[in-house]
């Protein structure tokens, strides 16, 4: 089995979702980002605080953390209901 470059799975896999669902998974790995070592020691502000800078960046793009968070939770109730 050959492995997918990160542009090949790009393109077969992840440009192909819906604006939404492109918008949870950014969501989902900054999270992930954020919570993982790779924060360098003494770095001040981290990761964490850059990965912040893409928020509300892009079109169609949420303006604030809170606006992300609540769209994550009206997709994950309404994939329980």
Known sequence: MAVLSIEELYER?????????????????AHDLAQTSLLPENSGAGLAAGLARFIGAA????????EADAF?????????S
Request: charged fraction near 25%; glycine fraction near 2%; proline fraction near 9%.
């Open 13 to 29: 896999y992840i440009k192909p979702l819906t604006p939404a669902e492109r918008l949870r998974l950014l969501a989902m790995t």
């Open 59 to 66: 079109q169609g793009s949420f303006a604030t953390p809170a």
């Open 72 to 80: 994550i939770l009206r997709e994950r109730e309404a994939w329980h």
